[in-house]
T-cell receptor, first 110, second 114 residues
Framework: ELKVEQNPLFLSMQEGKNYTIYCNYS?????LYWYRQDPGKSLESLFV?????AVKQEGRLMASLDTKARLSTLHITAAVHDLSATYFC??????????FGKGITLSVRP | DAGITQSPRHKVTETGTPVTLRCHQT?????MYWYRQDPGHGLRLIHY???????DKGEVSDGYSVSRSKTEDFLLTLESATSSQTSVYFC?????????????FGSGTQLSVL
């Protein structure tokens, strides 16, 4: 059974500082996704990571994938208030349904 | 929201009553999904569909049924609602299936069962 763990579950960030959040998964996978959810809103796709060493960047967010360690990281550069949201990773593999982590809630304080 | 409409957006109902949630898409995607989101559990798959009249169970399917009579519509029915089914329900669609899903989500339905 594919399991996805995210940590920490909640992170209070100070504006302007850098942070990293993590997503671990239990078995080999084909794809890893990062989604963002604003409070009371739907989920929005951020990144799709397809292979070992893949790195995707958009704005202050950079996601990377290490398939050997079964680990994805989401690095936040110079946190700003607009990044406050819950971030989910989700993992899939052939003939298996997409499995989500429980999400990490980020809160940026001045 | 990628041409996905969920209805209703909010519903309050009583224990034991039937409830149907609707998901309508305009993207002509083959795959459609129903998830529930609860604090501390993330998103959990209830049922999904891989074509008209083709559906399968997810990890939390007990107490739920689905139907897909047209490509664009996917219905989720709670035959006899219970308080444990109070949740936020998201519909999602995907062009590709298992192992290659990139999901687009609807706006969600907040369901309260009293």
């Amino acid at each position: 059974e594919l399991k996805v763990e995210q940590n920490p579950l909640f992170l209070s960030m100070q504006e302007g500082k850098n942070y990293t959040i993590y997503c671990n998964y239990s078995t080999t996978s084909d794809r890893l996704y990062w989604y963002r959810q604003d409070p009371g809103k739907s989920l929005e796709s951020l990144f799709v990571l397809l292979s070992n060493g893949a790195v995707k960047q958009e704005g202050r967010l950079m996601a990377s994938l290490d398939t050997k360690a079964r680990l994805s990281t989401l690095h936040i550069t110079a946190a700003v208030h607009d990044l406050s949201a819950t971030y989910f990773c989700a993992v899939t593999r052939a003939n298996s349904k997409l499995t989500f982590g429980k999400g990490i809630t980020l809160s940026v304080r001045p | 929201d990628a041409g996905i409409t969920q209805s209703p957006r909010h519903k309050v109902t009583e224990t034991g009553t039937p409830v149907t949630l609707r998901c309508h898409q305009t993207e002509n995607h083959r795959y459609m999904y129903w998830y529930r989101q609860d604090p501390g559990h993330g998103l959990r798959l209830i049922h999904y569909s891989y074509g008209v009249k083709d559906t399968d169970k997810g990890e939390v399917s007990d107490g739920y049924s689905v139907s897909r009579s047209k490509t664009e519509d996917f219905l989720l029915t709670l035959e006899s609602a219970t308080s444990s089914q109070t949740s936020v329900y998201f519909c999602a669609i995907s062009e590709s299936g298992m192992g290659h899903e990139k999901l687009f989500f609807g706006s969600g339905t907040q369901l309260s069962v009293l």
